[in-house]
C-alpha cells in the first residue's frame, strides 16, 4: 500500500472534523511520496509543551476547544513551509481552518516570492474526509496516544493488546487534553461554523474532492492515492 514515490506532489490539504482521519491519511500520504506533514495542531502542542511565546498565546484558546487566532497560525505556517523539505510538496493538517486563512494560503502560493510549491503546482489538491457525526464522537473519546513514540489507539476500533498500555514502549497511554468529552462538543462546533466556509471556498472554486471517510482506514488511503494520481495523470 505505500510503495514509495518521489514524484512531485505539491501542496495537499486535507479538510476535516476532529477524528475525521486526517492524522493517519496525512502519515500515509508522507510515507508515499515522501513529503512532510504540517500539522498546525501538533506544531501548536508542541509550543504548548516548550512553552514557546506562540505556545503561551495559544495555550487557553486550545484548552477551551476553540480556534487560535488566524495571524499566530499563518505566520506558523509561513515560516514551516519556508523549510527546504517542503519544495516537494507537504500535506497541510489542520489548515486552513477558516475561510480568512484559505484565502491566505492562495495568495502566499499565489505569490511569486514565494516559490516553494513551484514549479510542480501552484494551487493544493483538497479532500475532504467526510464522516458521521456519532461516529467522529466514538474515534475521539475513544483516542489515546503513547507518550514515549506518539502512537495513537481507539479504544473501540482498535484497542492495545494490554488495556491502558503502549504495545510498543510499554508507557501508560494518555488522553489528549482537548479530546476531552467536555472540549469535543465546542471543537465540534468550532469546526462546523467555522470551517464549512474553507470547504464551500474550495467548493465554488472547483477544487474540493470529497471521500467517503466512514470507510475502513485502508481503502479511504487507496481512494486518496488514486485521487493524487489522477491529479498528476
Ligand atoms: P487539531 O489537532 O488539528 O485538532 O488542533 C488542536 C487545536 O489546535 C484546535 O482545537 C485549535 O485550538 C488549534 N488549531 C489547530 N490548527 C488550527 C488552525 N489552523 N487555526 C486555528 N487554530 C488551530
Not at 479538510?15 to 500515509?28: D, E, M
Not at 483516542?143 to 488495556?163: A, D, K, L, M, W
Amino acid at each position: 500500500m505505500a510503495q514509495k514515490t518521489s514524484r512531485d506532489i505539491g501542496p495537499v490539504v486535507l479538510l476535516g472534523p476532529p477524528g475525521a482521519g486526517k492524522g493517519t491519511q496525512s502519515k500515509r500520504i508522507m510515507e508515499r511520496y515522501l513529503i512532510p506533514q504540517v500539522s498546525t495542531g501538533d506544531i501548536l502542542r508542541h509550543n504548548v509543551a516548550q512553552g514557546t511565546e506562540l505556545g503561551r498565546a495559544a495555550k487557553a484558546v486550545m484548552a477551551r476547544g476553540e480556534l487560535v487566532s488566524d495571524d499566530l497560525v499563518c505566520e506558523m505556517v509561513k515560516k514551516r513551509l519556508c523549510n527546504p523539505d517542503c519544495r516537494r510538496g507537504y500535506i497541510l493538517d489542520g489548515f486552513p481552518r477558516t475561510a480568512a486563512q484559505a484565502g491566505w494560503l492562495d495568495a502566499l502560493l499565489d505569490d511569486k516570492l514565494f516559490d516553494n510549491s513551484r514549479p510542480t503546482r501552484a494551487w493544493p489538491i483538497v479532500m475532504s474526509l467526510d464522516v458521521d457525526y456519532n461516529q467522529l464522537l466514538l474515534r475521539i473519546t475513544g483516542r489515546r496516544s503513547c507518550p514515549t513514540c506518539g502512537r495513537i489507539y481507539n479504544v473501540h476500533f482498535q484497542p492495545p493488546r494490554v488495556e491502558g498500555i503502549c504495545d510498543l514502549e510499554g508507557s501508560r497511554l494518555v488522553t489528549r487534553n482537548d479530546d476531552r468529552l467536555e472540549v469535543i462538543q465546542p471543537r465540534l462546533a468550532a469546526y462546523e461554523e467555522q470551517t464549512r466556509p474553507v470547504a464551500d471556498y474550495y467548493q465554488r472554486t472547483g477544487r474540493l474532492v470529497s471521500v467517503d471517510g466512514d470507510r475502513p482506514a485502508d481503502e479511504v488511503t487507496a481512494q486518496i492515492f488514486r485521487i493524487l494520481e489522477d491529479q498528476h495523470a
